[in-house]
């Protein structure tokens, strides 16, 4: 989730101010301060945390005498592997960001002029089925006659990968990217490589006005996670 709003934050920041650098600083910082909770988090996490341990200490779960108040409440307890609402919110807003990022990137195409942006869009498709896939699976319980939905979301978590690391490879080489850049050694100063980029490269971006603050676009993503895990 954090990941995808910083794609998010980044894409239309890119469609709507490309110039604009006076807080540049802001996501990397953020995206440093995740980096680092979730290295704290991997190294602690087993001395703290126990199989099945509720997400975030169970703060958001709702009583069972509540749920079971319900009109709608289900006619059985929820087994051990069942994910709290914290839990689901995260599961639900990762997936639907996603594809608002691929929004973003497919308009991205259309302010550089470069086509193959839409292409990185299609590439993110597989990324997204992987995280419908986990859904499903997590809204059955883990049942072992869907066990195949655990090896469909490994396949499509490499395909993602492949086609991604693809499409990424197609927007470098139109920008002027040549595989020799990746050579470690120096390269030569009078070396002409590099100094000559497509057509797209050049041409000057076609920018959108900002239809709504960051404010009213981080309470719209809220919304619609809300709507999606209620």
């Not at 802001?26 to 703290?48: C, D, E, Q, R, Y």
């Not at 655990?150 to 470098?172: D, K």
Request: aromatic residues 12%; charged residues 10%.
């Amino acid at each position: 989730t954090a990941t995808n709003l910083l794609l998010v934050y980044g894409l239309r920041q890119a469609s709507t101010e490309p110039e604009r650098t006076d807080d540049t600083l802001k996501p990397k910082l953020v995206a440093g301060g995740i980096a680092a909770a979730f290295a704290v988090s991997a190294v602690l996490g087993p001395t703290l945390l126990s199989a099945h341990t509720p997400f975030l200490f169970g703060i958001g779960n709702l009583p069972d005498a509540l749920v079971y108040s319900l009109p709608w409440a289900a006619a059985h307890s929820d087994p051990v592997n069942s994910l709290s609402i914290p839990t689901w919110a995260i599961h639900y807003s990762s997936v639907i960001e996603y594809v608002f990022a691929m929004s973003l990137v497919w308009r991205y195409a259309e302010v550089t002029g470069n086509e193959r942006w839409k292409g990185l869009t299609w590439g993110m498709l597989p990324l997204h089925a992987s995280g419908v896939c986990a859904c499903t699976y997590h809204f059955f319980y883990n049942p072992s006659d869907l066990q195949f939905l655990v090896t469909l979301q490994a396949f499509t978590t490499l395909l993602g990968n492949i086609t991604l690391a693809y499409a990424a490879y197609r927007i470098a080489i139109s920008n002027g990217w040549t595989l020799g850049e990746l050579n470690p050694l120096p390269k030569s100063q009078t070396d002409p490589r590099g100094l000559v980029v497509e057509v797209n490269a050049a041409k000057p971006l076609l920018t959108y006005a900002a239809e709504e603050s960051e404010f009213s676009l981080a309470i719209k993503l809220a919304g619609f996670t809300f709507l999606a895990a209620s």
